[in-house]
């Protein structure tokens, strides 16, 4: 039998070429050696606000881009979170397992919590996470390494319900691509590309037309000097070689050579021109893609994961002692 695979992205604002690059990029590769579940987390997008209308664009909008990307739903499952409520099921019962301490200690949930009003989804939503993955006897979970400390968290309470009750959930592992792991901010190249940064000059979004693509990289952040070199001291330029290396299957001592006279006005435009042409193809698939179809699609990967969930979350409440 297959191992198995999940993961998933939140339907919050605009994909960018980060979460292609340090994720969706590796799931298709992946989708071919393990059983695959794509999720679209809309049950963790509502941890913050979020419009309604938008979120229901989104979420098709992001199911639009796992398959113009390349994960087929052929060989692998893609679904709506919500429309699997065995997850927001399972996580009620992991959440008596799990301490509020553990819950507090989570870098991400620092980081959004400053200020008074926190929400409880917000702290709760390693647990939720987790439960997505458990649900599913997962064996990798290919993520950026941001996520790297809830499935962390995620180990710790499938070991912890099993030496309490019975060896019933699987311990996943984190599956770290080195190279795509972290993409940064064009305006700010010390923080993570993010699709919920305050200026949209932050990131590269799938769905960006050409000249917003120029106008974003023309802009982007650059180091002192002049020379194009691939170092940690000059973090900036660093990021934008990794995008060019990533996107053109290059390696980047070969970018830094090729740019030693050259200077960053010619790198910047060729760097515009590489993610054009990978976006122009991508960007004309989604637009391909039938409301109706991806409806479809979706709706047959729920009526699977429902069924999948739904035994594993039955082993659970019976071991518990609920009356299933
Ligand atoms: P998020 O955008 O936080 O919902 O993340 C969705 C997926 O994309 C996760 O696997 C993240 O680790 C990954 N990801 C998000 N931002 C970046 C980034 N700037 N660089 C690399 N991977 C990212
Ligand atoms: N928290 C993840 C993120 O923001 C999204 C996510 C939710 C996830 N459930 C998951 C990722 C399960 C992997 C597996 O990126």
């Not at 001592?253 to 122009?280: C, M, N, P, Q």
Request: proline share 3%.
């Amino acid at each position: 039998m297959r191992k198995r695979l999940f993961s998933a992205i939140q339907p919050s604002g605009t994909l960018h070429i980060g979460n292609y690059l340090g994720a969706i990029r590796n799931w298709v590769k992946l989708q071919y050696d393990y059983e695959s579940f794509f999720c679209i987390v809309d049950l963790h997008a509502i941890t913050v606000p979020q419009n309604p209308k938008e979120l229901r664009k989104k979420t098709i909008e992001v199911a639009k881009i796992y398959l113009a990307c390349g994960i087929d739903p052929k060989v692998s499952t893609i679904f709506i979170q919500s429309q699997v409520p065995q997850h927001a099921e399972m996580m009620w019962l992991l959440n008596t397992i799990t301490k509020v301490s553990e819950l507090k200690r989570m870098t991400q949930f620092k980081d959004k919590s400053e200020g008074k009003g926190v929400l409880a989804g917000l702290l709760n939503y390693p647990i939720l996470m987790a439960a997505d993955i458990l649900l599913y006897d997962t064996n990798v979970v290919p993520v950026g390494e941001d996520q790297l400390q809830h499935v962390e968290l995620t180990r710790t309470l499938a070991r912890r319900f099993n030496s309490k009750f019975k060896n019933l959930l699987v311990e996943p592992k984190a599956l770290i691509e080195k190279e795509g792991m972290r993409i940064m901010g064009l305006d700010d190249p010390s923080k993570k590309m993010s699709k919920s940064a305050d200026s949209s000059y932050n990131y590269i979004s799938l769905t960006d037309s050409d000249e917003i693509i120029k106008d974003k990289i023309k802009k982007a952040v650059t180091d002192s000097g002049k020379s194009i070199k691939y170092t940690d001291t000059k973090q900036a330029i660093k990021n934008l070689i990794n995008i060019y290396a990533l996107l053109d299957n290059a390696k980047p001592a070969d970018i830094e050579e090729a740019y030693r006279r050259k200077g960053y006005a010619a790198f910047k435009t060729d760097l515009a021109e590489i993610v054009i042409s990978f976006l122009k193809p991508l960007q004309g698939k989604m637009r391909s893609i039938e409301d109706a179809e991806v409806i479809k699609i979706l709706n047959q990967g729920a009526e699977k994961a429902r069924e999948i969930a739904q035994i594993k979350l039955s082993e659970v409440k019976k071991i518990i002692g609920l009356i299933v």
